[in-house]
Each structure stands twice: as C-alpha cells, then as structure tokens.
C-alpha cells in the first residue's frame, strides 16, 4: 500500500536505528518512528506491529508517531488557533507537538470574518501540492453528515453555536447539541446579529424557528420583542442622556445599515424602541433628530 500522511496505519517494525529509532514497514515503503514519538507503555522490537499516524517532519520528511492526533483524513476536526503567521495563515493544535497549517486562500478575505487565536474551527484534512498535510475549513456537505434534527422544543431555547461559514447575508454555525449529537446547522441572519461574526467565534443565541423538513434552526442574538423592547429602548435614552444638547442625529427615518452600525439593532426594533419612548412622552423627534423631553433632561 502506498503511505499517505493524514492516516493510520498498522505497520510492522522492521529494524531499529539507534539513536533515531526504529523503521517501520508496510512491504513496500519504509518510514522512520523516532523514539520520541513512542508513547507504548510496553517495550516494542522488531517484528512487532504498531499503529502509527504518518505526518511530515519539520524537514518535510515522512514520519510516524504514535501519539494519537485530533484529527486524521476523511474526518471533521474542532481545532483551536494557536498561532497567526503573517504570510502563511493560521496555525492549528492538533494533538502532535506540531501544528496544522489553515492558509490564508482558504479564510474569509475581510479581516472582519477572519478568526483569532482561541478560536475553533471545524476542518478537514488536505494536502499541498508537496503532499504535506494542510487544513480546510469544513463545509455544509461534511458537517450536515454528522449533525442532527433540532427537536421542536428547542424553539425559544438559548443554545451555544460556533460560525463555520460567516457571510454578508447571515452567519452559518453549528449549534451544540449537547449529549444528543455533534451538532445542529442553523443560520443568523443578519438583521438578527448584533454585530458581524468571524469564522470560528462562539456565540449564545436563541432559536427562533424550527425547520420541519431538515430539523435546522433559524437564530437570533437578540431577546424576544417584548423583553428586546426595554433593553434597546434603555440604550437609545443612555445615549441621548449622553450627548450635551440630549440630541442625536437619528431618527426613524435614518437606513437600516447606520443604525444597525451604531446601535447593534435592526431597523424595526428601532422603531418600536422610538415609539414606546415617545409614547412615554420621553423623546421627540424633529427634522429627523431625535431629542430628550425636557422634564427627562431634567431628570438626569
């Protein structure tokens, strides 16, 4: 058989190579198990067989090791970022004492959606054109493999998700499923963010809708209407009492995207935070400012 980094195999010892270790053999291929990488509790010698995972060295060489590694090829991995190199990409920890390459062609160009190290993502394992084991982020076509239905009572309840694929028009995370399964698929749009979302972030969200046909989930950052409603009326008056004339140049008139920008709300919930404060009879609004009522100024 031919060996090919990124796998198990079981191999037989061949011959030992003091004081590099010892060589392993398919019958056709011979490849190098340092004394370093032997883990065996037991004393090994040649004849015997042992299961090794093949990885390229810090020379580019073919080399085995029997620590067991996060992730092997043909499988999804949740890997932390460890380390950013300025040319080459992120480094992943995955379970060797060497770590894992993403490059950069493969991360989202806005820096934005980049992720940052502390973050795990999901990948799988590839290689370069060297052979030489490099990362991939994972997509929809290897996670929904793994993932589960969302059950219906999970409607309204506040999970954890992690981004694996962060886009202009919403966030796409896997959301922990706990003792039930790796995960669920659900989507953010994006007039339920509070913010943008890089790939790989953690996040508490609530779900707001269960897909019948798929089990997937729709997702909101923000509370329900009617609790979001006092939270973001609250921040609009922090920020009027803020400012020195209690005015600010915001209105329901003003596009969605500057107030999704400065506010971290959506247009709608906007409004209906202006209406109950005006309502109050806290705020009003004139040629597209709104202010304080002056009994609120007072009340600072």
Not at 266 to 285: D, P, T, Y
Request: hydrophobic share 40%; aromatic share 8%.
């Amino acid at each position: 058989m031919s060996m090919e980094a990124g796998t198990l195999v079981n191999l037989e010892i061949a011959r030992e190579v003091p004081p590099n270790g010892f060589f392993l053999t398919d019958g056709e291929e011979d490849v190098l198990l340092p004394y370093s990488e032997i883990v065996s509790e037991d004393r090994i010698a040649v004849g015997d067989h042992v299961e090794v995972f093949l990885y390229f060295d810090t020379l580019d060489r073919l080399t085995a090791t029997m620590k067991t590694p996060l992730i092997i090829l043909g499988e999804v991995g949740l890997l932390e970022v460890v380390d950013v190199h300025p040319r080459f990409g992120y480094f992943l920890e995955m379970g060797l004492g060497r770590h894992l390459l993403l490059p950069y062609r493969h991360v989202p160009e806005m820096e934005e959606l980049r992720p940052q190290v502390g973050d795990r993502l999901y990948v799988t394992l590839s290689h370069d054109k060297q052979g030489r084991l490099v990362a991939l982020l994972a997509g929809e076509e290897e996670l929904e493999q793994l993932c589960m239905r969302a059950p219906v009572s999970w409607k309204n309840l506040w999970v954890e998700a992690r981004v694996y694929k962060p886009l202009q028009m919403g966030s796409f995370v896997v959301c922990d499923a706990g003792v039930l399964g790796f995960g669920v698929i659900g989507l953010i749009p994006s007039h339920e963010r509070t913010r943008l979302l890089r790939v790989g972030e953690q996040v508490k969200v609530r779900v707001t809708f269960v897909r019948e046909e798929d089990g997937r989930v729709n997702l909101s950052m923000r509370l329900p209407k009617e609790l979001g409603l006092d939270e973001d009326s609250q921040r609009i008056l922090e920020m009027l009492r803020e400012r020195q004339d209690g005015g600010m140049p915001y209105s329901d008139q003003t596009p969605a995207d500057i107030i999704n920008d400065r506010f971290g709300m959506s247009k709608s919930a906007f409004k209906r935070a202006l209406g109950k404060l005006m309502k109050e009879n806290k705020i009003v609004q004139k040629e597209n400012w709104t202010y304080l009522k002056e009994d609120e100024e007072g009340s600072q």
